[in-house]
């Protein structure tokens, strides 16, 4: 048992993934390096922002999202300010080739955390030099959530091995729209080892949906995209989880099953599970939550009810702490 993790109260209680600020194709966040971390090639001659000219010379915080030119920045809205242009471009040449029979406003609403799995876990890698001398990856992923597939492609920079600037990303239907960003060479992607605090904090989260940046790409999203991806279309409605209110508080004060997973980080994530039978048919509330600096609070990742108990058995690992030690069916009941 551990009591000490259960009677942790103080929780941020965002219970539902953000949504798209609108049916624009998605633009997401900048990761940036350091000038004190070992940087891309600069000549002395470009020591200032590429967006304002800010002298950065002597300056410990100058920002990169790409290596083969070496650009460098002095904040995240500088960078924006600089892409926008062919952020723009890229958004006019998305609407010429969009299909009227492709996905609509609220269908590419619907899949837009698509592109955090692609970003992670592409099924292809494109790479094409432009004329400015850096190079620009397609990444696309295929997914099935219905009997059709339905593919995702984001267009980025890379820097040492990882997306950094994401000009753009979309769902689509549409295989000839796919097959139309194809570009370059196809390259095999070897995805470098997680790195902490790789994505820049996002300083436009009121800010209208053309300015190039969205939503920073933190584990709780990432989390959501993963939930998202194998939650069938038959469970719960997100239109229905304010309904479930009151299990988060019910479930954090008396799961049914505890689990702590030891991560690769110094904070350790627990799973949270309660189960509730009253329910036709029984439903679960799941909770996943990490420690925080404060021994006294837990940062809630994600929570969300569900009447899929094999989904519920994907977050039925790591050491369990409260709940049945025998049960590894998929449809068992822990009370």
Excluded at 127 to 149: A, C, H, M, V
């Amino acid at each position: 048992m551990m009591s000490k993790g259960i009677q942790k109260k103080q929780t941020e209680r965002r219970k539902r993934p953000r949504k798209a600020k609108s049916s624009r194709p998605s633009k997401a966040a900048p990761k940036v390096e350091t000038k004190s971390s070992k940087k891309p090639a600069v000549s002395s001659e470009t020591e200032a922002c590429y967006s304002c000219s800010k002298d950065l010379k002597g300056h410990e915080r100058a920002l990169f999202v790409e290596e083969e030119i070496g650009r460098i920045f002095c904040s995240e809205e500088c960078i924006a300010t600089y892409f926008t242009p062919e952020i723009d471009r890229l958004e006019k040449e998305y609407f010429k080739f969009l299909s009227p029979n492709d996905l609509s406003a609220t269908e590419r609403e619907k899949f837009s955390h698509l592109r955090w799995i692609t970003l992670q876990e592409p099924d292809e890698v494109w790479r094409q030099k432009t004329l400015s001398g850096d190079y620009r990856y397609t990444l696309i992923s295929e997914f099935n959530p219905t009997n059709k597939p339905i593919w995702c492609v984001c267009i980025c920079l890379f820097l040492r091995g990882e997306p950094s600037f994401l000009y753009l990303a979309f769902p689509t239907k549409n295989a000839a729209m796919v097959n139309h960003y194809r570009r370059g060479e196809r390259v095999e992607w070897v995805k470098p080892p997680a790195q902490p605090n790789r994505i820049a904090p996002n300083t436009q989260e009121s800010a209208p949906a053309t300015d190039g940046l969205a939503d920073s790409w933190t584990d709780a999203e990432t989390l959501r995209a993963e939930v998202n991806q194998f939650r069938r279309e038959d469970d719960i409605p997100e239109s229905e989880f304010p309904l479930y209110e009151s299990c988060l508080e019910e479930t954090l004060e008396a799961p049914d099953e505890l689990w702590t997973i030891e991560s690769e980080e110094e904070f350790r994530v627990y799973h949270f599970i309660r189960y509730y039978p009253e329910e036709q048919p029984g439903s679960w509330f799941v909770i996943v939550a990490r420690e925080t600096d404060d021994p006294e609070q837990l940062e809630i990742l994600d929570s969300f009810p569900t009447k899929d108990s094999e989904l519920v058995e994907r977050f039925r690992h790591g050491r369990q702490e409260l709940g049945e030690k025998d049960n590894t069916s998929p449809s068992r009941l822990v009370h």
